[in-house]
Protein backbone atom coordinates (compact mmCIF):
# COMPACT_ATOMS: atom_id res chain seq x y z
CA UNK A 1 0.00 0.00 0.00
CA UNK A 2 2.95 2.54 0.82
CA UNK A 3 4.63 1.87 -3.01
CA UNK A 4 1.54 2.44 -4.68
CA UNK A 5 1.02 5.82 -2.51
CA UNK A 6 4.85 6.39 -3.10
CA UNK A 7 4.12 5.94 -7.11
CA UNK A 8 1.76 8.83 -7.09
CA UNK A 9 2.60 12.00 -8.49
CA UNK A 10 3.16 14.51 -5.84
CA UNK A 11 3.46 18.41 -6.62
CA UNK A 12 6.79 19.51 -5.23
CA UNK A 13 5.91 22.36 -2.77
CA UNK A 14 8.65 22.70 -0.61
CA UNK A 15 11.37 22.40 -3.12
CA UNK A 16 9.83 25.04 -5.10
CA UNK A 17 8.99 27.24 -2.07
CA UNK A 18 12.71 27.11 -0.83
CA UNK A 19 13.70 27.87 -4.46
CA UNK A 20 11.20 30.73 -4.62
CA UNK A 21 12.73 32.35 -1.27
CA UNK A 22 15.78 32.21 -2.16
CA UNK A 23 14.91 33.74 -5.29
CA UNK A 24 13.20 36.72 -3.48
CA UNK A 25 15.90 36.94 -1.00
CA UNK A 26 18.45 37.22 -3.61
CA UNK A 27 17.14 40.41 -5.52
CA UNK A 28 16.46 42.55 -1.68
CA UNK A 29 19.36 43.96 0.00
CA UNK A 30 17.18 44.13 2.83
CA UNK A 31 16.49 40.63 3.38
CA UNK A 32 20.10 39.37 2.90
CA UNK A 33 21.45 41.79 5.02
CA UNK A 34 19.10 40.11 7.74
CA UNK A 35 19.02 36.71 6.70
CA UNK A 36 22.72 35.77 6.09
CA UNK A 37 25.25 34.13 8.69
CA UNK A 38 26.71 36.93 10.26
CA UNK A 39 29.00 35.74 13.00
CA UNK A 40 28.95 38.80 14.78
CA UNK A 41 25.08 38.89 14.46
CA UNK A 42 24.78 35.66 15.85
CA UNK A 43 26.39 35.81 18.69
CA UNK A 44 24.59 38.83 19.72
CA UNK A 45 21.49 36.71 19.57
CA UNK A 46 19.88 36.52 16.19
CA UNK A 47 19.98 32.92 16.26
CA UNK A 48 18.00 32.44 13.23
CA UNK A 49 20.77 33.18 10.60
CA UNK A 50 22.31 30.03 11.44
CA UNK A 51 19.45 28.27 9.18
CA UNK A 52 18.42 31.65 7.02
CA UNK A 53 22.13 31.73 5.71
CA UNK A 54 21.53 28.70 3.41
CA UNK A 55 18.94 30.92 1.47
CA UNK A 56 21.31 33.47 0.70
CA UNK A 57 23.43 33.84 -2.42
CA UNK A 58 26.13 36.29 -3.76
CA UNK A 59 25.70 35.89 -7.40
CA UNK A 60 22.91 34.97 -10.20
CA UNK A 61 26.07 32.09 -10.82
CA UNK A 62 26.31 31.26 -7.18
CA UNK A 63 21.89 30.84 -7.09
CA UNK A 64 21.71 29.07 -10.24
CA UNK A 65 24.20 26.30 -9.35
CA UNK A 66 22.67 26.17 -6.35
CA UNK A 67 18.87 26.19 -7.41
CA UNK A 68 19.36 23.55 -9.98
CA UNK A 69 21.11 21.26 -7.42
CA UNK A 70 18.73 21.50 -4.65
CA UNK A 71 15.78 21.38 -8.11
CA UNK A 72 16.40 18.23 -9.49
CA UNK A 73 16.91 16.86 -5.76
CA UNK A 74 13.88 18.06 -4.39
CA UNK A 75 11.40 17.32 -7.16
CA UNK A 76 12.58 13.93 -7.42
CA UNK A 77 12.20 13.51 -3.75
CA UNK A 78 8.74 15.38 -4.08
CA UNK A 79 7.00 13.11 -6.66
CA UNK A 80 8.14 10.11 -5.03
CA UNK A 81 6.59 10.83 -2.15
CA UNK A 82 9.72 10.06 0.10
CA UNK A 83 8.65 11.64 3.42
CA UNK A 84 10.23 13.84 6.11
CA UNK A 85 11.42 16.09 3.40
CA UNK A 86 10.83 19.24 5.15
CA UNK A 87 12.56 17.90 8.21
CA UNK A 88 15.80 16.92 6.01
CA UNK A 89 15.70 20.61 4.89
CA UNK A 90 15.25 22.12 8.17
CA UNK A 91 17.75 20.02 10.16
CA UNK A 92 20.52 20.29 7.33
CA UNK A 93 20.27 24.02 7.70
CA UNK A 94 20.31 24.26 10.92
CA UNK A 95 23.18 21.66 11.16
CA UNK A 96 25.05 22.91 8.61
CA UNK A 97 25.05 26.57 10.36
CA UNK A 98 26.04 25.08 13.66
CA UNK A 99 28.51 23.02 11.95
CA UNK A 100 30.05 26.09 10.77
CA UNK A 101 29.81 28.11 13.74
CA UNK A 102 31.31 25.74 16.37
CA UNK A 103 34.06 24.55 13.93
CA UNK A 104 35.06 27.30 11.59
CA UNK A 105 36.01 30.38 14.21
CA UNK A 106 37.52 32.36 12.19
CA UNK A 107 34.51 31.91 8.85
CA UNK A 108 32.71 35.32 9.77
CA UNK A 109 30.01 35.33 6.75
CA UNK A 110 28.54 32.30 4.77
CA UNK A 111 25.93 32.09 2.16
CA UNK A 112 24.48 29.71 -0.28
CA UNK A 113 21.65 26.39 -0.39
CA UNK A 114 24.55 23.92 -1.92
CA UNK A 115 25.03 22.11 1.78
CA UNK A 116 21.16 21.78 1.87
CA UNK A 117 21.23 20.55 -1.89
CA UNK A 118 23.62 18.34 -0.93
CA UNK A 119 21.83 17.00 2.06
CA UNK A 120 18.91 16.65 -0.78
CA UNK A 121 21.08 14.59 -3.00
CA UNK A 122 22.30 11.92 -0.82
CA UNK A 123 18.78 11.69 0.79
CA UNK A 124 17.07 10.75 -2.62
CA UNK A 125 19.95 8.30 -3.62
CA UNK A 126 19.80 6.53 0.21
CA UNK A 127 15.96 5.67 -0.63
CA UNK A 128 17.58 4.59 -4.01
CA UNK A 129 19.65 1.86 -2.72
CA UNK A 130 16.80 0.21 -1.98
CA UNK A 131 15.09 0.80 -5.00
CA UNK A 132 15.41 -2.23 -7.78
CA UNK A 133 17.02 -2.01 -11.31
CA UNK A 134 19.14 0.84 -12.99
CA UNK A 135 17.59 3.32 -10.66
CA UNK A 136 19.61 1.62 -7.87
CA UNK A 137 22.83 1.71 -9.63
CA UNK A 138 22.57 5.16 -10.50
CA UNK A 139 22.21 6.15 -6.87
CA UNK A 140 25.55 4.08 -5.97
CA UNK A 141 27.38 5.96 -8.60
CA UNK A 142 25.90 9.53 -7.50
CA UNK A 143 26.56 8.82 -3.79
CA UNK A 144 30.50 7.56 -5.41
CA UNK A 145 30.78 10.45 -6.47
CA UNK A 146 29.49 12.54 -4.38
CA UNK A 147 31.78 11.01 -1.54
CA UNK A 148 34.81 11.81 -4.24
CA UNK A 149 34.02 15.07 -4.44
CA UNK A 150 33.88 16.35 -0.53
CA UNK A 151 37.05 14.25 -0.39
CA UNK A 152 38.85 16.40 -3.28
CA UNK A 153 37.31 19.59 -1.11
CA UNK A 154 38.69 18.50 1.96
CA UNK A 155 42.02 17.96 0.02
CA UNK A 156 42.00 21.26 -1.89
CA UNK A 157 40.45 23.14 1.51
CA UNK A 158 37.85 24.76 -1.23
CA UNK A 159 34.50 23.97 -2.74
CA UNK A 160 34.43 22.49 -6.66
CA UNK A 161 32.30 24.11 -9.52
CA UNK A 162 32.26 27.44 -7.86
CA UNK A 163 30.19 29.99 -9.51
CA UNK A 164 32.74 32.96 -10.94
CA UNK A 165 33.65 35.46 -8.72
CA UNK A 166 32.15 34.02 -6.24
CA UNK A 167 34.67 32.06 -4.42
CA UNK A 168 36.40 34.71 -2.26
CA UNK A 169 32.63 34.50 0.08
CA UNK A 170 32.31 30.78 -0.53
CA UNK A 171 32.09 28.29 2.77
CA UNK A 172 34.44 26.06 3.35
CA UNK A 173 33.59 22.19 2.51
CA UNK A 174 32.51 21.32 5.91
CA UNK A 175 28.75 22.60 4.65
CA UNK A 176 28.48 19.85 2.16
CA UNK A 177 29.71 17.05 4.61
CA UNK A 178 27.44 18.24 7.26
CA UNK A 179 24.54 18.41 5.11
CA UNK A 180 25.77 14.64 4.11
CA UNK A 181 25.40 13.67 7.47
CA UNK A 182 22.57 15.14 8.42
CA UNK A 183 21.06 13.12 5.50
CA UNK A 184 22.45 10.03 6.17
CA UNK A 185 21.57 10.17 10.26
CA UNK A 186 17.86 11.03 9.25
CA UNK A 187 17.51 8.44 6.55
CA UNK A 188 18.93 5.40 8.84
CA UNK A 189 17.21 6.79 12.32
CA UNK A 190 13.66 6.75 10.20
CA UNK A 191 14.53 3.03 8.58
CA UNK A 192 15.55 2.02 12.04
CA UNK A 193 12.03 2.71 13.29
CA UNK A 194 10.10 1.99 10.42
CA UNK A 195 11.98 -1.50 10.50
CA UNK A 196 10.88 -1.52 14.43
CA UNK A 197 7.26 -0.44 14.01
CA UNK A 198 5.23 -3.97 13.65
CA UNK A 199 3.70 -4.85 10.96
CA UNK A 200 0.20 -5.32 10.43
CA UNK A 201 -1.29 -7.82 8.19
CA UNK A 202 -4.06 -7.50 5.90
CA UNK A 203 -6.56 -9.91 4.72
Not at 5 to 18: C, D, E, G, Q, S
Not at 86 to 94: G, I
Request: hydrophobic share 55%.
Amino acid sequence: MEAAARLKTRFPVWTLAICVSAALIFFSPLLTAILIYDRAAIADGELWRLVTGNLVHYSAGHLGYDLLAFLVAGIIIETNGYRHYPLLCLTAAAGIGMVLYWGEPAMFYYAGLSGVATAAVVYLCLHGLIEKGAWQWMCVAALFGLGIKVAIEFTLDEPLLVASGTKEFLPMPQSHLAGACVALFLFVLLYLRKRSMPQVSQS
